[in-house]
């Protein structure tokens, strides 16, 4: 998570940028709500990539890797002197590649291969008092191979709660985020972002499903610790043998991230891990039929670049 004098924003959706999504109080700050003057408008920019490097499949179902890449666009406009809203864009390419026939879909020896997520939202972000305010807004996905039916691939959902800023960078966000899902009961989870200033040199933070522990090196250098959960899940296309399945991939990686930042707009973010828990999860078209496949532990490198405007 990139603080000042390192800081990014957020894309509510972009679960693998690790570090360089501020809390939901931290957007709060960045939308107009702190004590300091913030400009009427502004806009930030975050293309980003990521390799997982080669791993098993559990029984005979060989082995893959993936790459992932993608680019968060976010908008901020001060409405009012307490309200502003954050229009948030984010896109994310996966390449899925894998070797030797598996059991994944029956007569597939490669099952599925790219997979794109289009995510959409727009929060509200209101100030109630110095210490409080409240935020809601509204998210969109679409997630599945390419030619899929908006339809059958897309999913909506929301955000709200409360913002608690004590002040010298401690802050804490609580509240609720729902979201339907592709053939599935919707997905309700808490939302308990901090960040937490311990002393002059490290922070905790966390935001969404991921958190950190931070230690500054300077004014343009930090280095971070780790975790995260993530959740994709997609539809296949209708053509055979596919016939419309949807997929689910679940993980849990651990990361170390190192942040500089050559200039005042501008922020990198280097990262490498090990994906500790990885389980795919398929079914039929209908949401039935499910099967679950574990892979192995696996490395993984990535970059991210943060450009503020």
Partial sequence: MLNTPLRSFTVITAMFAFGVRPTLAQDAKEAGLAEEEQSAFSFALTPRGRYQFDTGLDGAN??????????????????????????GLGYEYSNYD?????????????????????????????????????????KGRVAGE????????????????????????????????AMSQIEDDALILPIINVNWKLNEQWRFASSGSMGEIIAAIDDQNEIAFGAAWENRRFRLDDSAPQLAAVVEDTSVPIFLRFAHRPS????????????????????????????????????????NVSIGF
């Fill in 264 to 303: 005042e707009s501008i922020a990198i973010n280097l990262i490498g891990g090990v994906v500790l828990w990885q389980e795919f999860e398929v079914s039929n078209r209908n949401g039935l039929a499910t099967r679950d496949f574990d892979a192995d532990p696996s490395g993984f490198l990535g970059v």
């Fill in 146 to 177: 390419s030619g899929v039916d908006v339809d059958d691939a897309g999913t909506i959902g929301g955000v709200g709660g409360l913002v608690w800023d004590l002040g010298d960078d401690r802050s804490i966000a609580f509240g609720v985020s």
């Fill in 62 to 87: 060989g082995d893959f890797r993936v790459f992932r890449g993608g680019v968060g666009a976010k908008a901020d406009w001060k409405a009012t002197d307490r309200m502003t809203l954050a229009l």
């Fill in 98 to 138: 894998f070797s030797r026939p598996n059991a994944f879909i029956a007569g597939a020896t490669s099952p599925f291969e790219d997979i794109h997520i289009l995510d959409l939202g727009l929060t509200a972000y209101v100030g109630i008092d110095e210490q409080w305010s409240w935020f809601a807004g509204v």
